[in-house]
């Protein structure tokens, strides 16, 4: 899938399931400045359901944030109410909470990109069943976007004109908007195609070129 902003129409990529690191991460060097604790306070349940949330397709981000913010209250009780060490257990769960409402953009979409396929609204199959040419599964409620086999996903795209796109291997040969999928009616390989489902500027038509359109 290629981000959020550009598949509003994602549906859950089966049989995905999120996985879990903990608050530190797995490496070293996160968890020696991220712990997964404080004294008796154990803050790896919290941070097991965000990641859990991060990586459930269509999960709001801001939800997960704040769900893992109210977490802590839990850990932190195991301190006397109004001691400093409860005060200062919740001031460390204010900067974890900060730093995933600050910095978790970027482990938000790539935990969507890996829970979700890109899919139109109508396609009934999950994930969606990518045909050969000419027996496209209609995606998005229109015979004009249909389901195909990415590099890594199935993807909801729009007809192509073949002489107006390009050859790819990957979605990092195409320009933005678009996706590099198979089994097209343009040939052996991978063509750009534009994904359906996006804003009006991702799935606009294309201009007809040759006249020779297929549906993708």
């Known amino acids: 899938m290629p981000s959020t902003s550009e598949c509003p129409n994602r549906q859950a990529h089966s049989p995905y399931v999120p996985t879990t690191n903990g ?23 919290c941070c097991d359901a965000h990641d859990i949330c991060y990586g459930t397709c269509n999960s709001n981000k801001a939800n997960c944030d704040n ?18 060490l409860r005060d200062q257990c919740m001031q460390i769960a204010a900067l ?14 790539t935990s969507q990109r ?11 199959d999950l994930p969606c069943q990518p045909g050969p040419c000419g027996a496209t599964p209609s995606c998005n409620g229109t015979t004009s976007c249909g389901c195909k086999s ?9 007809e192509i004109a073949c002489l ?20 097209t009616c343009c040939g052996a390989g991978g063509w750009c195609a534009p994904l359906c489902g996006g804003s009006s500027g991702l799935v606009a038509p294309l201009s007809s070129g040759s006249g020779i359109l297929r549906r993708e």
């Open 23 to 45: 608050c530190g991460g797995q490496d070293s060097w996160s968890a020696s400045f991220i712990p997964n604790s404080f004294g008796p306070a154990n803050f790896t349940a």
């Open 67 to 84: 769900a893992f913010g109210d977490c802590f209250a839990g850990p932190c009780s195991v301190f006397p109410a109004g001691s400093p």
């Open 96 to 109: 974890y909470y900060s730093a995933v409402v600050l910095f978790g953009g970027g482990p938000y979409e």
């Open 114 to 124: 890996e829970a979700c396929d890109c899919c139109g609204s109508s396609c009934s």
């Open 150 to 158: 990415g590099s890594d996903r199935t993807y909801c795209v729009r």
């Open 164 to 183: 107006d796109t390009v050859t790819c291997t990957t979605n990092a040969n195409c320009p933005s908007g678009r996706v590099c999928v198979f089994n």
